[in-house]
């Protein structure tokens, strides 16, 4: 059967390599919408979305998370990433979106996990790239999280999640890594 947005879905792939300029402001209302329009628990909508679209806070945000992911037990691939000076975690990405979780709600981070997918499918939908950060997490559960939510403006009672990298794709991954088999039982 074919559907708009089974096909975004399926297309959507994650970007690691975006171009310099930035998005349009109504591109980015358009993504944030999305993000907005989630469901969440007991319909707290408990998001606050920061957009980031200052280069050096940027930049700094990836050297930061880097040095504060070595606070933490990490598997190889990770350290490989966060020990590799040249890598920008958010692969050059002009916008970042930080989603955050109004702690006293009743499931903040999975109203947030909701609202970030949104928007990375509104981002497809209209051909604008992402990638879902986590690796900014573990700046955001480390010794310096109480200077970063301040640094971001993140609002009180408010803990950030994960970031998402927005920018135009520079490079287009091909096909979807193959889906892992037996994730669907039928009970008829
Ligand atoms: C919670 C979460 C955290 C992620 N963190 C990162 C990350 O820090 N860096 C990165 O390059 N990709 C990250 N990704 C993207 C995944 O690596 C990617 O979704 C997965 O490999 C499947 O590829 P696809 O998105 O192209 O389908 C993350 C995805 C999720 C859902």
Known sequence: ??????????????????????????????????????????NDQSWHFTVVQNK??????????????????????????VTN????????????????GEEASMMPQIDCAAATQNMLLAAEAIDIGTCWNGIVTFLFESSKKEAYKEKLEIPEGYKPYYAVAVGYKKARPTKAPSRRKGTVSYLR
Do not use: C, W
């Not at 806070?57 to 070595?70: M, R, T, V, Y």
């Not at 958010?90 to 989603?99: D, N």
């Open 1 to 42: 059967m074919e559907n708009k947005v089974i096909d975004i879905i399926k297309s959507r792939r994650s970007i690691r390599r975006f171009m310099e300029d930035q998005i349009r402001d109504e591109e980015l209302e358009l993504i944030l919408e999305a993000g907005i329009y989630a469901p969440s628990a007991h």
């Open 56 to 81: 050096e806070l940027i930049k700094e945000l990836s050297e930061q998370a880097k040095e504060a992911a070595q606070e933490f037990d990490l598997d190889d691939v990770i350290l490989k990433m």
């Open 85 to 100: 000076p040249e890598l920008d975690i958010f692969y050059g990405a002009p916008t970042l979106i930080v989603v955050s």
